[in-house]
């Protein structure tokens, strides 16, 4: 899983570089994102999760490129959700893999560096309760739900978020 993760940012380097090159940049480039509307079901999906689980949760829902598209605050969920949402969707999104994942990875691989640095990035969190938004293997968004009581929990309301809209990222 670490050999996959690593393979992952290698690959995303090579691929910068490439682009980087003047001739790689020529051209209009064409790519698949997150509406509003698709955005704004993904929310309401992983709230109406949360509340029939008995939760008040905040579930953010991010573009491609790490930009906030829509946040849904339930009523009664704490002040700290909505950061704390924000940052799952940001990881999910950033590092192209659950939240949660990432910090199973940090906790089963305690001395690598590359690791465990990944906290260490500015708006990252390393909490499950963030996923990414798939066409494919594409990573077109995120959601982040902060708020249940335990980050399992959120990461259930996430993916009932995401089934909402199973169909329209095919």
Do not use: W
Request: charged share 20%.
């Amino acid at each position: 899983m670490l050999k996959g993760f690593l393979k992952t940012l290698l690959i995303a380097g090579v691929a910068a570089a490439a682009l980087s090159n003047p001739a790689g940049a020529q051209g209009v480039v064409t790519v698949k994102d997150v509406s509003l509307g698709l955005a704004q079901a993904i929310a309401q999906g992983a709230i109406d999760q949360c509340r029939k689980d008995g939760n008040r949760v905040t579930a953010t829902v991010m573009n491609r490129a790490g930009q906030v598209v829509v946040v849904l605050r339930d009523d009664g969920a704490s002040p700290h959700t909505v950061d704390t949402s924000r940052r799952k969707a940001y990881t999910a999104v950033a590092l192209r893999r659950a939240s949660g994942e990432l910090g199973q990875l940090v906790a089963s691989n305690p001395s690598n560096p590359s690791l465990a640095g990944l906290k260490d990035i500015a708006g990252v969190i390393i909490l499950g309760g963030g996923l990414p938004v798939r066409v494919g293997n594409e990573v077109i968004g995120s959601v982040g739900v902060g708020g249940a009581p335990t980050a399992d929990k959120d990461e259930a309301c996430a993916k009932a978020g995401l089934d909402q809209v199973v169909d329209q990222l095919k």
